[in-house]
């Protein structure tokens, strides 16, 4: 028997306040998940997160069936033990990293067949394999395997990519309620309790959406998601396919919007409806110097900082702002220290964690529009925000 469930206890407009319950711990949503691309958020430890409040992360299907390989993580106990890591985790399908391998795959009915990133051998990706691989890993939340396509695509590109996906859906859930029945130990799961969330695509096209929300739900999965965004469109045409997307999802399941989230993209998304969400904007960024405040973005390797003794944020409670000046973490970047990058994403994912409880807190006391109005001052739209393939 599965142990997922998720209720809604508060509500403000279209924005939910609610509690995922897996397996492996409950999660209070919204909610954002770091990504774990090879079972680690990079340049942290898993008492790091623990300590940071992290409730669930993303691992990566694609990266982790290349290697280690998932038979091996089976061998081993399964992906949360392999890893060291007994909360919820949630696992994609490989669907993102195969469309960011154009040069690399070809997509057809039964599958993708691609090469390997790492050493050029060919490997092939269908939905009962991406359902096979997870079961594997052992994941809390697997994600069935879809078409991405890039940005822009034409009516009939996406068209086409829709049946494909709901085609791959219907046998990716066929294939997932098989092995679950098969769940005793003489098939490949590892976690009997995993649930399956299936996904919407359709591009920019609303009536497209539509179709894909009524063939997903038709197919019955245990929840869904919105992926097919954040892959070059404007920004203001992501939130507008996210809000009429998210209308047409059920109430009494949890809502995934894909790969989105700029700290102004997770308060927009919520106030459409949206309740999970994943982003490497936090990490990358932090290695790269950029860090999130209160008052908008600092880029800590600038020389105005050379002599700065304040904390990246006075107002934030993490490590790094408790224990260091901006002086001494400039020069950390600029002498390639390691400790760069870990101090550095220990505060973007302290940041990302408090603003999800404060939207948390927001929708409970009726003030979300008070937070949006206040993100949109703190971080107006940037083209940089716009992630390209890769990037996830």
């Known amino acids: ?82 890893i060291g890591w007994d909360q919820p985790i949630l696992t994609d399908s490989g669907g993102y990293q195969i469309f960011s391998l154009a040069a690399r795959r070809k997509i057809g009915e039964d599958g993708v067949r691609f090469r390997s990133h790492l050493d050029g051998t060919e490997h092939f990706l269908s939905p009962e394999r991406a359902v096979d691989i997870q079961a594997r890993l052992g994941s809390d939340i697997a994600m069935v395997l879809d078409e991405c396509l890039a940005y822009p695509a034409s009516h009939d590109e996406a068209r086409e990519s829709v049946g494909l996906t709901l085609r791959w859906g219907r046998r990716g859930r066929e294939r997932f309620l098989r092995v679950k029945d098969q769940a005793n130990g003489s098939g490949p799961a590892i976690n009997p309790a995993q649930v399956q969330f ?41 939130y507008d396919v996210t809000e009429s997307t998210a209308r047409l999802l059920p109430v009494d399941t949890p809502r995934y919007l894909m790969g989105t989230g700029t700290p102004l993209d ?96 927001a929708i409970v006391f009726g003030t979300l529009e008070e937070v949006r109005q206040a993100y949109r001052r703190i971080f107006p739209l940037q083209p940089a925000d716009v992630m390209t393939a890769g990037d996830r």
């Open 1 to 82: 028997m599965s142990s997922f469930n998720f209720s809604v206890t508060h509500t403000c407009g279209p924005a939910r306040r609610g509690v995922m319950q897996t397996a492996h711990g409950s999660v209070q949503t919204p909610a954002f998940m770091p990504v774990g691309t090879q079972g680690a958020v990079k340049a942290v430890t898993h008492r790091d997160l623990q300590e940071l409040g992290v409730e669930i992360i993303l691992a990566n299907t694609y990266h982790l069936y290349l290697r280690p390989g998932d038979e091996r993580i089976a061998r081993l106990g399964g992906l949360h033990r392999f």
């Open 198 to 238: 299936g996904i919407i695509q359709g591009g920019a096209f609303p009536e497209l959406r539509q179709v894909s929300v009524e063939g997903t739900l038709a197919i019955g999965f245990d929840a869904y998601a919105i992926g097919g965004l954040s892959v070059g469109e404007p920004v203001s045409e992501m």
């Open 266 to 361: 997770l308060v927009e998304s919520v106030s459409r409806g949206m309740d999970l969400f994943d982003c490497v904007l936090p990490t990358r960024n932090a290695r790269n110097g950029q860090l999130f405040t209160r008052l908008g973005r600092l880029n800590i390797k600038n020389a105005e900082f050379a002599e700065d003794q304040r904390p990246i944020d006075a107002d934030c409670g993490c490590y790094t702002c408790r224990q260091f000046t901006r002086a001494y973490l400039r020069h950390l970047f600029h002498a390639g220290e390691m400790a760069s990058a870990t101090l550095n994403t220990l505060h973007n994912l302290r940041f990302y964690l408090d603003t999800m409880h404060r939207i948390r807190e």
